[in-house]
């Protein structure tokens, strides 16, 4: 079977939405006593595709009687850990099958048509874009980290900041709401 880790990866995601969706109401009481340690717990689950949307509430309701800066700042180092660690877990677990899938007929003729030193910029945006939007962190890791190109301190801050400006962003629209 070929990508079995990559089928296995979108088999579990689709099993934990499908057993855990319904669960994204409940944020425990208690846990807003955690303070700074809750919001970058937050930060964490922010960048997880099935744990984002309670991480986003959480950060809403972390923000009504915080310092918005503090609180995006916080969450966005939970972020840069979840981040990481994805990438780590890609990047050592899945080099096998981005290898193979390197040598699949599209990425072949993606590589021709595309120079390689516009290569590394289209890699680093996006990755970037994924990262940035609401869509799953998880592509835009994997675009990032299957890049030999791509250094762990240029994804680190690249993360940091994206996170952390859409943490921001999202508490800012809540608070003009």
């Given at each position: 079977?070929?990508?079995?880790?990559?089928?296995?990866?979108?088999?579990?995601?689709?099993?934990?939405?499908?057993?855990?969706?319904?669960?994204?109401?409940?944020?425990?009481?208690?846990?807003?006593?955690?303070?700074?340690?809750?919001?970058?717990?937050?930060?964490?689950?922010?960048?997880?595709?099935f744990?984002?949307?309670?991480?986003?509430?959480?950060?809403?309701?972390?923000s009504?009687?915080?310092?918005?800066?503090?609180?995006?700042?916080?969450a966005?180092?939970?972020?840069?850990?979840?981040?990481?660690?994805?990438?780590?877990?890609?990047?050592?677990?899945?080099?096998?099958?981005?290898?193979?899938?390197?040598?699949?007929?599209?990425?072949?003729f993606?590589?021709?048509?595309?120079?390689?030193?516009?290569?590394?910029?289209?890699?680093?945006?996006?990755g970037?874009f994924?990262?940035?939007?609401?869509?799953?962190?998880?592509?835009?890791?994997?675009?990032l980290?299957?890049?030999?190109?791509v250094?762990?301190?240029?994804?680190?801050?690249?993360?940091?900041?994206?996170?952390?400006?859409?943490?921001?962003?999202?508490?800012?629209?809540?608070?003009?709401?």
């Open positions: 079977m070929k990508y079995k880790k990559f089928k296995s990866l979108g088999v579990i995601y689709a099993l934990t939405i499908f057993l855990f969706g319904g669960l994204s109401n409940s944020i425990p009481d208690s846990f807003i006593e955690y303070g700074s340690i809750g919001i970058f717990i937050a930060g964490i689950l922010y960048v997880f595709s744990t984002a949307p309670i991480a986003t509430a959480m950060i809403l309701i972390f009504i009687n915080k310092n918005i800066l503090f609180l995006g700042l916080i966005g180092i939970g972020s840069l850990i979840g981040d990481l660690v994805i990438f780590h877990f890609i990047r050592i677990s899945f080099m096998d099958e981005i290898s193979e899938l390197s040598k699949h007929r599209a990425a072949i993606a590589s021709n048509k595309i120079s390689k030193k516009y290569r590394k910029y289209l890699t680093y945006f996006l970037s994924f990262i940035a939007t609401p869509l799953p962190d998880e592509i835009g890791i994997a675009i980290a299957s890049s030999k190109d250094q762990m301190k240029h994804f680190s801050i690249i993360s940091y900041i994206l996170n952390t400006g859409g943490i921001l962003l999202i508490v800012l629209i809540n608070n003009l709401l």
